[in-house]
């Protein structure tokens, strides 16, 4: 079992930065895949960012490509998004999301574990 926490959003101006974190409990969190994960209300929930269990591969959705930067501290059983160059269209509730088995890291219905979200609201 895992519980996430995620903290960091708030209110910004188009261009500026800001940085997520998603604070893990739970044993051998570091065998988990992690990923976030954005939603605007009527919506679905879409993928923005992964990042392997090892810690070696990356993925990022093409609209934030160039911008955000996935992370994860394992002694510290936390993980990042670094988020730069905001853009108003970048307005969401950002999830975290962690499984120890995942096949396609895109895909929100192989996560069992999700965040409670935090909100990130970008103005122009």
């Known amino acids: 079992q895992v519980q996430l926490v995620e903290s960091g959003g708030g209110l910004v101006q188009a261009g500026g930065s800001l940085r997520l974190s998603c604070a893990a409990s739970g044993r051998a969190f570091s065998f988990y895949a992690v990923a976030w994960f954005r939603q605007v209300p009527g919506t679905e929930r879409e993928f923005v960012a992964g990042?392997?269990?090892?810690?070696?591969?990356?993925y990022y959705a093409d609209s934030v490509q160039g911008r955000f930067t996935i992370s994860r501290d394992n002694a510290k059983n936390t993980v990042y998004l670094q988020m730069n160059s905001l853009k108003p269209e970048d307005t969401a509730v950002y999830y975290c999301?962690?499984?120890?088995?995942?096949?396609?890291?895109?895909?929100?219905?192989?996560?069992?574990?999700w965040g409670q979200g935090t909100q990130v609201t970008v103005s122009s």
């Open positions: 990042l392997s269990r090892s810690g070696a591969s990356t």
């Open positions: 999301a962690a499984d120890p088995d995942i096949r396609t890291m895109a895909a929100r219905y192989e996560y069992d574990y």
